[in-house]
């Protein structure tokens, strides 16, 4: 028993769209919870002016009733509202009438540091936007209408999620970049409390709890480098200043350099993860390209970009690990039911001689 995630839509679309898989009947989902992680999603400091176009709210077609869920497929919709200025240049099908509104002409000048060329060349595009529109950031919206219903499910097994900025005076390197029509970037880190021992495997790299969480931070767009607990600091220190010594009958840690993960596995500490957010490539002073219909040298596409999203990303990068530890408890404790869920959680831990650290 898994949980599986798909999602489609483009920034400029009809929707957005989630389809999780493998969730267990019986599960409470709070409408206005998932609506607040998308509010969070859209705050922050140096965002788009698109941000206060749009409000997103979740829709739910499938796999729901009164509220809990019933061991189907659970569809997830968040709505573009600003499709509406994109409805003939984004029409799912060929649009009728003459062109009108947005994104009615090719876009053929790519923007370095986006997915435009290399998206271009691969699928043999000649109108970028046919990737750029899944590429961007909006679509991490589901991802996190999604994180939202696995942070439920952690919940009945008490586990608690948490992302937060990591990057000091951010808002004064954000105004500083604003007024130079630049951009930058930042750290997040996220915190997952009461994680038990045992999510995870070391039997193949596949099922390496650090790998996977690695996979979905590195996943979400802009992220450029990931690390678990001290990560890239061990690399510097001695064994005996790097390892977390055990002690007590509860098994605790007296330190958590380890991040919450020995050998691929969850060890009972705190989870801590950090990703690291590159400047964001879409600048009011655009960068210098080449059109990819003339090859005369050319500058850069400017649409609306923010100045950051270091916020948003703490948003997102929580729904990740949420979702990921979510999918391990899942494989570990199986169950059609939340009751067969929580009951085999209770059993194994009855079973291990471990104490939650407070």
């Known amino acids: 028993m898994t949980l599986q995630l798909t999602t489609a839509g483009e920034s400029h679309g009809p929707a957005l769209v989630a389809i999780l898989t493998g969730l ?17 999603r859209q705050e922050g400091y140096g965002r ?18 009164h509220g809990r869920t019933l061991g189907t497929p659970l569809a997830l919709v968040v709505q573009n509202r600003d499709h509406a200025n994109w409805s003939w240049g984004m029409s799912p099908w060929p649009p009728e009438g ?32 046919d990737a750029l529109e899944r590429a961007s950031a909006r679509h991490t919206a589901a991802a996190v209408a ?7 499910l952690l919940r009945a ?3 608690e999620v948490e992302g937060l900025v990591a990057t000091e005076d951010l808002e004064r390197r954000i105004d500083e970049a604003r007024d130079e029509r630049d951009t930058v970037g930042g750290l997040v880190e996220v915190r997952a409390r009461g994680v038990l021992p045992g999510l995870g495997s070391y039997a193949t790299k596949e099922d390496r709890l650090d790998a996977r969480l690695a996979a979905a931070l590195m996943g979400i767009q802009a992220v450029k480098g990931v690390e678990i607990g001290d990560g890239f600091a061990l690399a510097g220190r001695r064994g005996s200043e790097a390892h977390d010594e055990v ?16 050998a691929g596995v969850s060890n009972g500490e705190e989870i801590v993860v950090r990703a690291a957010m590159k400047p964001l490539p879409t600048l009011m002073r655009p960068l210098q390209t080449v059109d990819l219909e003339t090859g005369e040298p050319a500058e850069a596409l ?34 059609d039911s939340l009751g067969d869920f929580v009951g085999a959680w209770r059993a194994y831990l009855d079973r291990i001689p471990w104490q939650r650290t407070p």
Do not use: W
């Not at 009108?100 to 109108?127: E, F, I, M, Q, W």
């Not at 840690?253 to 993960?261: E, H, Y």
């Not at 100045?307 to 979510?326: G, Q, R, S, Y």
């Open 24 to 40: 267990p009947a019986g599960l409470v989902l709070d409408r206005e919870a998932i609506d607040a992680d998308l509010r969070r």
């Open 48 to 65: 788009s002016p698109r941000q206060r176009i749009e409000t997103d709210r979740v829709e739910v077609l499938a796999g729901l009733r």
């Open 98 to 129: 003459e062109p009108s509104g947005k994104g009615t002409k090719p876009v053929t000048v790519p923007r370095p540091g986006h997915a435009d060329l290399a998206g271009a060349l691969k699928y043999g595009l000649a109108d970028i936007r």
């Open 146 to 152: 999604a994180g939202a219903v696995a942070k439920a």
């Open 157 to 159: 097994i008490s586990i």
């Open 247 to 262: 002690e007590g009958p509860g098994l605790g840690r007296r330190t958590n350099r380890a991040g919450g993960i020995e």
């Open 302 to 335: 400017v649409e609306r970009s923010d100045v950051a999203a270091v916020e948003a990303l703490a948003v997102v990068a929580e729904a990740a690990v949420a979702f990921e530890l979510a999918r391990a408890a899942r494989e570990k404790f199986g169950g």
